[in-house]
């Protein structure tokens, strides 16, 4: 693994492949990484082979199309969904530029983490490009509430996640997680948390033609009491944590890394995307500057737990 120089952009020493299959499609599909220029920042090639052309989407807030159960962007009437754990790589790895080649609608979902998108990277290798990063530094609090929900940004020397859940599910319950988030905590306490679901909510979903792929090999499943998957769970957090790592891949579509505190109390996609909306759209909330505050690497203020992967990328 090799680490960049701070404060400078980076992009992919050469193109990576990660093939499976899509979580709501249930059918196969590929993404290929790809370097790409400094300035350029992250962006989908949507590849249409009936058409004869291709769409490129910029990885842009100003591009989401959709915040129900994942995140979509797109152009015109082609999108790409279920972007949030790629874009949270790229984001908690500090890899700025990457074309994504896709043959399909939807990110594949891996094993419903973001493990496999790290070692793609780490197989390939990262390489500092000669143009400064920029960062969005928070310079006041900015709040959204959505019903019982709400989120904030605050302005905070470095960058920092707080997340608390509370489902009325016993599994789940409430749970918080709070890190300052850096390639080492993002790898080792977050990452691996895997995307979730309850059983008793996959009959609406399939009827609505959502969730053909999913499985226990891509989801925690929960039932009325327990957790159905066999293996348990990664983590005791394992919820609040996927949902840390949602929320970093949401965030992520800013643009720039972000130098501030996001804090969500019942969040999902829909509000991260109204909050980072919000923030964007008041100018005297946020600046636009070249170098971060520099600081410690930092660490989960949790406990974690750590396991192999079971998978990896074909690279070239």
């Not at 962006?43 to 979509?72: K, M, N």
């Not at 995307?273 to 930092?298: H, I, Q």
């Amino acid at each position: 693994m090799v680490k960049a120089q701070i404060g400078m952009q980076t992009t992919l020493r050469r193109r990576a492949v990660v093939s499976g299959i899509g979580v709501h499609s249930g059918k196969p599909v590929s993404i290929t990484l790809h370097p790409a220029e400094a300035n350029s920042g992250v962006s989908f090639l949507r590849t249409l082979s009936g058409e004869g052309r291709d769409y490129e989407i910029p990885a842009d807030f100003r591009h989401v199309t959709s915040t129900e159960l994942c995140t979509a962007i797109g152009v015109e009437d082609v999108s790409v969904a279920t972007i949030e754990h790629l874009m949270a790589t790229f984001s908690a790895l500090q890899i700025d530029n990457v074309m994504v080649e896709i043959d399909g609608p939807e990110v594949p979902v891996m094993d419903g983490s973001a493990d496999a998108f790290i070692e793609a990277v780490d197989q390939v290798g990262v390489m500092t490009l000669a143009a400064p990063r920029r960062y969005i530094r928070v310079k006041k609090p900015v709040r959204v509430d959505m019903g019982a929900a709400f989120c904030e940004f605050r302005p905070h020397e470095g960058t920092r996640i707080e997340i608390e859940i509370d489902f009325a599910s016993k599994v789940v319950g409430r749970q918080v997680f709070a890190a300052e988030i850096d390639g080492e905590t993002f790898r080792k306490e977050i990452a691996r948390a895997r995307t979730f679901g309850f059983m008793c909510d996959v009959e609406h979903l399939w009827s609505r033609g959502l969730a053909l792929g999913a499985s226990l090999d891509n989801a925690v499943v929960i039932g009325d009491d327990k957790v159905m998957n066999p293996e348990g769970l990664r983590f005791v957090d394992e919820f609040v944590r996927h949902k840390a790592l949602d929320a970093i891949g949401d965030l992520a579509l800013a643009g720039s890394p972000i130098i501030g505190c996001y804090h969500s109390y019942r969040g999902g996609h829909a509000l991260n995307f109204k909050a980072l909306d919000t923030l964007l759209a008041d100018e005297s909330a946020y600046e636009v500057v070249e170098m971060p505050v520099r600081r410690e690497t930092g660490h989960a203020d949790l406990p974690a737990g750590v396991a192999a992967a079971a998978f990896g990328p074909d690279v070239s």
